[in-house]
């Protein structure tokens, strides 16, 4: 099993910055791949960013190309969403997944239905 735990969620005005983190822990080892995903009220989960382990090799959804980085520290078995200038569109429910099968490409990183493991999520709001 793997548990993961988003946190760094919160308001921030538009234009402004958050960092989202996701702590991995339990049998990390079998994972492959962490994406970020977001769910807006009324819309569906959206993927928008994809890092493998090794944290070597990224992916970013078209919307936050530009603003958004997802980073990995290996020592802490976390993975960063570092988002920038960032828009009331932002604004959703984040979560962090963990798969522990690929490949790593885009059509697969992007699926939903790729992850094993889920997180709680974290709600991030941007005002206007």
């Known amino acids: 099993q793997v548990q993961l735990v988003e946190s760094g969620g919160g308001l921030v005005q538009a234009g402004g910055s958050l960092r989202l983190s996701c702590a991995a822990s339990?049998?990390?080892?079998?994972?492959?791949?962490v994406g970020w995903f977001r769910q807006a009220p009324g819309k569906e989960r959206e993927f928008v960013a994809g890092?493998?382990?090794?944290?070597?090799?990224?992916y970013l959804a078209d919307s936050v190309k530009g603003r958004f980085t997802i980073s990995r520290d290996n020592a802490k078995n976390t993975v960063y969403l570092q988002m920038n200038s960032l828009k009331p569109e932002d604004t959703a429910v984040y979560y962090c997944?963990?798969?522990?099968?690929?490949?790593?490409?885009?059509?697969?990183?992007?699926?939903?239905?790729?992850?094993?493991?889920w997180g709680q999520g974290t709600q991030v709001t941007v005002s206007s």
């Open positions: 997944a963990a798969t522990i099968r690929g490949p790593f490409n885009i059509d697969y990183v992007r699926q939903i239905r790729a992850y094993d493991y």
């Open positions: 339990g049998r990390t080892f079998s994972i492959y791949a």
């Open positions: 890092i493998n382990w090794s944290g070597l090799r990224t």
